[in-house]
């Protein structure tokens, strides 16, 4: 069974920082590209950012490049979302997003909720 | 902003039709995919590619796209698919992917 779990929410202060990780189990994680896709609380899907199954390969959302850095260790099955500088309008719950052929997000997680606050 | 439109909310009577639309430039060029969310969950994948549905969804949604127009459609709409909708596709601009703004679909 293909399961995704995140974890290292929590509230920050602003310009703070955070690293939230996602563990992978049921599948061969490093075949696999992986998001990290963003919800506001009562607002719609926000995509974050994309790194490639040999973690060489990185996209991110304007709104985020330059303060956020996705990564992965495939040995570990893990994900990571390394998360600096955020903002008020950083708060949100994330997901981890399993990649199927690039345009489809087929396994998600239940997500981890970020609080950015003062 | 979202580079993909979708109407905030469409209503529809238990068993019958409703068409859900995204619009976007980007879609001339790529495909949709579409996600259903209820509250407190994580999205689901419902359509991807030209009109294909994963294991384990019903065959009442289908997808079907027309130059910057896609759908999503409900055939005989039941309780429970009363969701959020959200269309998604690679992006245009310097955004590799965009979601749409979603559609919530209430079943009368």
């Known amino acids: 069974e293909v399961r995704l779990v995140e974890s290292g929410g929590g509230l920050v202060q602003p310009g703070g920082s955070l690293r ?25 899907l926000e995509w974050v950012s994309y790194i ?13 490049r330059g303060r956020f850095t996705i990564s992965r260790d495939n040995a570990k099955k893990s994900l990571y979302l390394q998360m600096n500088s955020l903002r008020d309008e950083d708060t949100a719950l994330y997901f981890c997003a399993r990649d199927l052929r690039g345009v489809e997000y087929d396994y998600w997680g239940q997500g981890t909720l970020v609080t950015v606050s003062s | ?23 976007g430039d980007s879609l ?6 579409w996600y259903q969310q209820k509250p407190g969950q994580a999205p689901l994948l419902v ?19 027309s130059g910057d127009t896609a759908s999503l459609t409900i055939t005989g709409a039941q309780a429970e698919d009363e969701a959020d909708y959200f269309c998604s596709s690679r ?18």
């Open chain 1, 20 to 44: 939230l990780s996602c563990a992978a189990s049921g599948f061969s994680f490093s075949s696999f590209e992986m998001n990290w896709v963003r919800q506001a609380p009562g607002k719609g």
């Open chain 1, 52 to 64: 490639s199954g040999g973690g060489k390969t990185k996209y991110y959302a304007d709104s985020v």
């Open chain 2, 1 to 23: 902003s979202s580079e993909l439109t979708q109407d905030p909310a469409v209503s529809v009577a238990l068993g019958q039709t409703v068409r859900i639309k995204c619009q």
């Open chain 2, 28 to 33: 001339r060029s790529h495909y949709a995919t």
């Open chain 2, 47 to 65: 359509i991807y590619g030209e009109n294909s549905r994963p294991s384990g969804i019903p065959d009442r949604f289908s997808g079907s796209s």
């Open chain 2, 91 to 108: 992006g245009n601009s310097g955004n590799y992917y965009v979601f749409g703004t979603g559609t919530q679909v209430t079943v009368l």
